[in-house]
Nanobody
Framework: QVQLQESGPGLVKPSQTLSLTCTVS??????????GSWIRQPPGKGLEWMGV???????RYSPSLKSRTSISRDTSKNQFSLQLTSLTPEDTAVYYC???????????WGQGTLVNVSS
């Protein structure tokens, strides 16, 4: 069974950079057709897809966040990471990592981590 666990700070200040890591167990992130995504949900709002890193290391980002978002991976640790720059309070959200093996479907979710952007 594939399991995902997010880790990172729960509180960051405006203008700073958020760094989150997703540790994957039960499956390799380099497995063919594994797509690792970051998705967030601000309080009282819906889910927002932020970007994805594919099994071969390619990345794609949401157009609205592309200028501030970077996703990378460490295959030796079976982890993929998110960096989001120039934070504002509007970036306050629960951040999830997820893996898709079927296009258009999220097959595995992390439990989510709440990030509060506040001075």
């Amino acid at each position: 069974q594939v399991q995902l666990q997010e880790s990172g700070p729960g509180l960051v200040k405006p203008s700073q950079t958020l760094s989150l890591t997703c540790t994957v167990s039960g499956g390799s992130i380099t497995t063919n057709n594994y797509f690792g995504s970051w998705i967030r949900q601000p309080p009282g709002k819906g889910l927002e897809w932020m970007g994805v890193i594919t099994y071969d290391g390619s990345t794609r980002y949401s157009p609205s966040l592309k200028s501030r978002t970077s996703i990378s991976r460490d295959t030796s640790k079976n982890q993929f990471s998110l960096q989001l720059t120039s934070l504002t309070p509007e970036d306050t959200a629960v951040y999830y990592c997820a893996i898709s093996v079927v296009p258009g479907t999220v097959n595995y979710w992390g439990q989510g981590t709440l990030v509060n952007v506040s001075s």
